[in-house]
């Protein structure tokens, strides 16, 4: 089955903060027939999109992965731990279409909770970084199982990109994913299996590079404008703004045959080269033609 035509842009947009959050996910066990102490370990990685309106409570989603994954101790004494480059080689099995320069890192162990402080919260360096604290935070658990006699040890580790879009661009993503739930009753299953598997590094290149190019000029000033006066357009919202497209008032078309407020499409295609409702494309500014608006 072919997966949508669109999917949100993960690395697009310049306003975004990256949390880390590492956690016990349950009591830690004895299991007998382990040789050796073992880390069970489930990995979650998303990017949501919210609005820069704090009144939106909506967001959408852009990403969302998971893996479980085990990595064994080969001592069974206090200090025997995975190196740096086990940890490394576990967190590939995702592939992380961010960096964590900046990113704020938050620890709870059991029967604790996460507080402000130097140790469980902080800002991170580096990628390097981030293996450094998960390093130790294993270390703490693999410390208190060993006093404890348990050899199983349960570790979540939850990443999250919160990037901030403008309220508006929110809310026609929001539109064209309710369009197209009423127009297809497969397309809510078809996107949320999309979203579910990793982006390729093309995927990526074409959304940072040619996604959010704007239409050319021409094509903007070539568009067809109508007068709202059928009923299938009358007293319907702009899906942009929002707003009503009331009887009488002139909107533009598009040849995918949406209809828009003037003001907000043209705003919208010198973004963006696509029709924020289907994704029809017009055609798009070039990189050397920035300067064009």
């Known amino acids: 089955m072919a997966p949508p035509t669109w999917l949100p842009p993960l690395n697009s947009h310049d306003q975004y ?121 294993l270390y703490c658990m693999k410390r208190q199982g060993y006093n404890s006699g ?22 026609s993503w929001n539109s064209w994913y309710e369009e197209k739930k009423r127009s297809d009753s497969n397309f809510d299953r078809e996107f949320l299996e999309a979203i579910r598997r990793p982006r390729t590094d093309e995927e990526l290149i074409y959304e940072t590079t040619l996604l959010f190019r704007g239409a050319t000029k021409s094509s903007i000033q070539e568009l067809e404008v109508v007068k709202i006066d059928d009923l299938s357009s009358r007293n319907s919202p702009c899906p942009i703004c929002l707003e009503e497209l009331h009887v009488g008032f002139e909107g533009i078309r598009l040849p995918c045959l949406h209809i828009f407020h003037g003001a907000c499409i043209t705003k919208w295609l010198q973004e963006s080269h696509m029709c924020p409702l289907c994704r029809f494309t017009l055609p798009t500014v070039s990189l050397v033609d920035d300067h064009m608006y």
Request: charged share 30%.
């Open 17 to 137: 903060d990256v949390y880390v959050k590492a956690m016990q996910s349950g009591q830690s066990e004895y299991v007998p027939s382990l040789l050796f102490p073992i880390f069970s370990i489930k990995l979650k990685l998303s990017v949501n999109f919210y609005s820069d309106n704090k009144n939106t409570k909506s967001y959408f989603e852009g990403l969302s992965l998971e893996e479980d994954v085990e990595i064994f101790c080969h001592e069974i004494t206090k200090e025997a731990m995975p190196s740096l480059e086990n940890i490394s080689n576990f967190l590939s099995r995702i592939f992380i279409p961010f960096d964590f320069n900046e990113a704020i890192w938050r620890e709870r162990h059991l029967n604790s909770s996460y507080m402000e402080d130097e140790k469980t919260c902080c800002k991170l360096f580096d990628n390097m970084n981030l293996l450094e604290k998960i390093w130790e935070f």
């Open 150 to 171: 348990k050899n199983k040890l349960p570790f979540k580790l939850e990443m999250e990109k919160m990037v901030t879009i403008p309220d508006q661009e929110l809310k």
